[in-house]
Nanobody, 121 residues
Framework: QVQLVESGGGLVQAGGSLRLSCAAS????????MGWFRQAPGKEREFVSA????????SYADSVKGRFTISRDNAKNTVYLQMNSLKPEDTAVYYC??????????????WGQGTQVTVSS
């Protein structure tokens, strides 16, 4: 069992930056792929980015490539999402996910409660 707690969301102007963090409990953190997903009002949840257990593989949605960077620190049981050049369309609740197939299938087995990111124009 893995419990995930996101932090770092907030209100930022377009062009600004935020860094999201996701702290995981449990000694099995380093076995799992980790990922970030988001859900905007009235829309389905969508994949944003993922990183495998060793951080040797990352993937990004086309909409965030070149602007967002995912990383992880297995010693701290934490995964990060650095978001630069934010756009109003990035506004959403961002969820952290853990699982064995987040990178390969975009599927999370464990989910955090989400953190709100709002980008003003």
């Amino acid at each position: 069992q893995v419990q995930l707690v996101e932090s770092g969301g907030g209100l930022v102007q377009a062009g600004g930056s935020l860094r999201l963090s996701c702290a995981a409990s449990g000694r099995t953190f380093r076995r799992y792929d980790m990922g970030w997903f988001r859900q905007a009002p009235g829309k389905e949840r969508e994949f944003v980015s993922a990183i495998n257990w060793s951080a040797s593989t990352t993937s990004y949605a086309d909409s965030v490539k070149g602007r967002f960077t995912i990383s992880r620190d297995n010693a701290k049981n934490t995964v990060y999402l650095q978001m630069n050049s934010l756009k109003p369309e990035d506004t959403a609740v961002y969820y952290c996910a853990a699982g064995l197939m987040v990178v390969s299938h975009g599927r999370g087995d464990y989910w955090g409660q989400g953190t709100q990111v709002t980008v003003s124009s």
